[in-house]
Every structure is written in C-alpha cells, then in structure tokens.
C-alpha cells in the first residue's frame, strides 16, 4: 500500500449572501514517490512557490531504515516543479524535521541522518537552491550519542540558525539543547551555549538579530522554557513558563514579532486535575524575557 502526499491551497472569499467568511478550495495536488511518503513541514518563499519536507520510506515510519529525506517544490498555481531525495553520505536513513525558505528562495532542510545500525543520529542541515540542486550538507556530532537538528531559521542574510538537541546514552542519559549558526554559504560560524535538562527545541530569530531557544524541561516538570541568546550565541536571558496546576505543557511553534522583536511561544497544558488539554500563547519580551 502506498501512501501520497496531499498539497491544497484556499482563498478567503467574501460571499455577498454570507455574513461570515467561506473558503473555496483553489487546487488539490498528489504526490506520490511509490513509498510511503510523510510531510513534516511546509513553507513558502516570496514567490508564493511552495515547499514540503519530510521523509518516505517503506513503512511510513522515520525509524525504518529505509527512510530517505524528501523535498517537494510547487508552484503558486500547483504544477509540481521538482522532487528531491537526498541520501547522505553516511548511506544510512535521513529524516526530515524543520523546513525555512530564506529571502532568496534557498530551501535550508534539517533533521537527522543514522551513523551505523545501533542507530545514533548525527544531526544534519542540506541547503537546496531554487532549482532543487544541493547547495551544501553540514552534519553534527559523533558517534556513541545521538545529535538531532529539530527546527531551522533562516535570517535577512540567509545566515541559518538550528535548534540542536544532544541525547547523551552513558554514562548518565541526559538531553541539552542548544542553538548552532552556519553561515548562508555553509561556514560554522558559532554554537551557542548548553541550556541542560530540555528537549524538543525550537528556534527563532528577530530582526534585531537576537536568537531564541524554545524548550520543554525535563525535570522538575514538563515545562516550557525559551532562552534568548546575542548574536554570538552567548545567553541573555532565560525564563520558564509553568502552566496552572502544575500540568504538563507542550511546545509547539515559536517565532517573534516583526516590529518589536518580541518572542511568542505556542503551545499546549494537560491540567493535571481534570486531564483537560488548554491551547497556550506566551509573549515574552526580546530584552527581558518576562
């Protein structure tokens, strides 16, 4: 069985009949690789052209061995420009996790790839140009440990920022996250410092330059921290965010405000008394992180 990917667009339209709103659906696409084929993200560029990556694999699973990296490129109109598959050098698995499209229209992919059958991850970032054709591929980590890139930002330079998580095996497990920066040609450039005990990181950078790392602590807790770094990765600010009762959270997106340079986390709270599940938005300011 196999299984497609399904791409739709839709518009807003004002129906004079109507007192609300109505969507009408503008196209409806299907890709189909011949394995079963998953999207992790999208996004779009300046051009209104869309992208989507994610993996396929025969299962339809990340952790089957047979899982390769995919990124689709479509048209504002919905005409499939071009597919690509990239297998790394490693000659394993690789996993897409976060997707940004810079100024330009350079696609920058990240997630991981598996360094041997004990599958520890090396983390992994691949810079497409608009055509589809690799631009570069930077790879994080050694073995024994696993090292994950789990979401990308690109910046008004093209500069990248990743959000990296490292899941430490022995001699005492652990997880850090942390923020890494390559430059848009492929150059490291900086990793910022550790933030300890977190996973599931996520990145964003303001137009002012400053870096945010979105996390969800791991101890005392499962609660929502987001740490703010200069442009040198040195940390500014860190504040944690603990929902009512004390229940578990959730973080979902980040990103900043345009004008301010603000950060809002998104994310969700199981409240521990009732098991409800609340939908939560945090604003934190970009100098104080209260």
């Known amino acids: 069985m196999r299984a497609a990917i399904f791409i739709a667009a839709l518009m807003i339209f004002a129906g004079a009949a109507f007192s609300q709103s109505e969507t009408a659906k503008i196209w409806t696409k299907t890709y189909n690789s011949g394995l079963k084929d998953v999207v992790v993200k999208t996004a779009s560029d300046n051009s209104g052209n869309i992208y989507a990556a994610g993996y396929k694999s025969q299962t339809g699973s990340a952790d089957d ?3 390769r990296m995919i990124l689709i490129k479509y048209s504002p109109q919905g005409e499939l420009l071009w597919a690509k598959t990239f297998q790394s050098a490693l000659g394993r698995r690789t996993v897409a996790a976060g997707l940004s499209v810079d100024d330009s229209g350079y696609a920058v992919v990240c997630g991981y790839a598996d360094t041997n059958s004990y599958n520890f991850k090396r983390a992994m970032v691949v810079k497409f140009d608009p ?17 994950i890139y789990h979401d990308v930002k690109t910046g008004i330079d093209g500069s990248v920022y990743l959000s990296y998580e490292l899941v430490i095996t022995f ?56 740490t703010n770094f200069d442009n040198t990765g040195t940390q500014q600010w860190s504040s944690t965010y603990n929902s009512p009762n004390g229940g578990a959270d959730t973080l979902i997106g980040l990103t900043t405000d345009p004008v301010t340079g603000d950060v809002f986390a998104f994310g969700s709270a199981k409240l521990t008394s009732n098991s409800i599940i609340q939908i939560q938005t945090m604003k934190f300011s970009s100098g104080l992180g209260q």
């Open 65 to 67: 061995s047979t899982a």
């Open 131 to 147: 055509q589809g054709e690799t631009v570069w591929a930077r790879y994080n980590g050694f073995y024994v440990h696993s090292w």
């Open 171 to 226: 001699p005492m497990p652990g997880k850090t996250c942390s923020v890494v920066k390559y430059s848009s040609s492929g150059n490291f450039e900086w990793t910022s410092q550790s933030v300890i005990n977190c996973t599931n990181p996520l990145v964003a950078v303001n137009s002012f330059g400053s870096v945010f790392l979105g996390s969800v602590t791991t101890t005392g807790g499962a609660d929502i921290k987001v």
